[in-house]
């Protein structure tokens, strides 16, 4: 039962609509040569054009599994001919789309073995036909702590017992908050180095790096003996 299980959970589940979508499309479409991986959700075609997986967002290079997750796409996609579904133009001349190779959603793709993350900041936009597909990929990777969301990307417990100060980047709301034991929501909270989130040793050194304090912090920061 559990073999039969994991072998469900492995496979790539396409809505019937969407799966008639990407048979007729690679039918009937060459697609253009991708060139470039710039990282983990954009690269290069032959024709020059800047390619961003839609709905999805993988880390930095600098960040955590950065390098891993450009890797990856350039496993799926380097040198191959892909098909755009539902593209679109974003506001630095990109082109924002469902890639599809070889049958398959790449951004589903990405996102199931942990190399991205779903619905994500500048590039998640809702009406895509694959939404239900990508969230789906998403929940997979978080319930199985895959890529970024595995402990050594999403941290709750601290690399270094001396240096148990969460710093956490709230992006949407421009915010940078610091919070430590003793905070009410400290325990809750999910230190993401693939993002930019990190740890400090002191709040001297949150401060320095232009963090404040959480306002759910309403004892003094202790540092133990």
Request: aromatic share 8%; charged share 25%.
């Amino acid at each position: 039962m559990r073999l039969k299980k994991l072998a469900v959970a492995a496979l790539i589940l396409l809505v019937p609509s969407l799966a008639s979508v990407i048979h007729f499309t690679q039918k009937n479409q060459v697609g253009d040569k991708v060139v470039k991986i710039i990282d983990g959700d954009t690269f290069k075609l032959q024709n020059k054009q800047t390619i961003r997986l839609a709905s999805l967002d993988a880390p930095e290079l600098d960040k955590c599994l950065g390098q891993e997750s450009k890797k990856a796409l350039s496993k799926l996609i380097l040198r191959k001919r892909v098909v755009l579904l539902e593209p679109y133009a974003d506001e630095y001349g990109r082109v924002i789309a469902l890639v599809i190779s070889d049958g398959q959603i790449i951004n589903e793709i990405m996102i199931r073995n942990g190399y991205a993350v779903n619905g994500y900041a500048i590039n998640d936009y809702a009406n895509i036909s694959a939404k239900k597909a990508l969230q789906d990929a998403n929940d997979y990777a978080r319930e199985n702590n895959l890529g970024i969301f595995s402990q050594k990307c999403s941290q709750t417990i601290p690399p270094d017992p001396d240096c148990v100060i969460k710093g956490n980047r709230d992006q949407r709301n421009n915010r940078k908050l610091y919070s430590y034991p003793g905070c009410m929501s400290y325990s809750r909270t999910v230190v993401d180095t693939w993002k930019d989130d990190q740890w400090f040793c002191s709040e001297k050194e949150a401060l320095k790096a232009g963090y404040t304090r959480s306002g759910d912090c309403q004892i003094d920061f202790k540092v133990s003996d």
